[in-house]
């Protein structure tokens, strides 16, 4: 809980201001979907006491808020897709 209180801030600040400067759409959008999704997804690891897995559930929104934050870059598509293809990798 204590740990959602400390990304979602960021994350939503990430949002608007992405929204409000009319970042790039796919890759805010990626970044966005990436997080929320990985942060549904820890919930139940918590719950459940799944600590290995649980880090690269924490890390996979991590890499959404970094794909947020690129997506304000001018050179965001490629930054964010970089982001996600990296991460990718490394689950295989």
Known sequence: YRN???TAPIFIGLVLLGHAL???DSA???GAGLYL???LLYVP???A????????VWFASLLGL???AAALHPLSEALAARLI????SLLE
Do not use: D, Q
């Not at 006491?49 to 690269?56: A, E, K, L, Q, S």
């Not at 293809?85 to 990718?88: D, G, I, L, P, V």
């Open 49 to 56: 006491g799944v600590p290995v897995v649980r880090f690269w």
């Open 66 to 68: 970094l794909a947020c």
């Open 45 to 47: 690891l918590y719950a």
């Open 22 to 24: 009319g970042a790039a």
């Open 37 to 39: 999704a990985a942060r």
């Open 85 to 88: 293809t990296s991460f990718a």
């Open 28 to 30: 805010l959008n990626l």
């Open 4 to 6: 959602w209180l400390e």
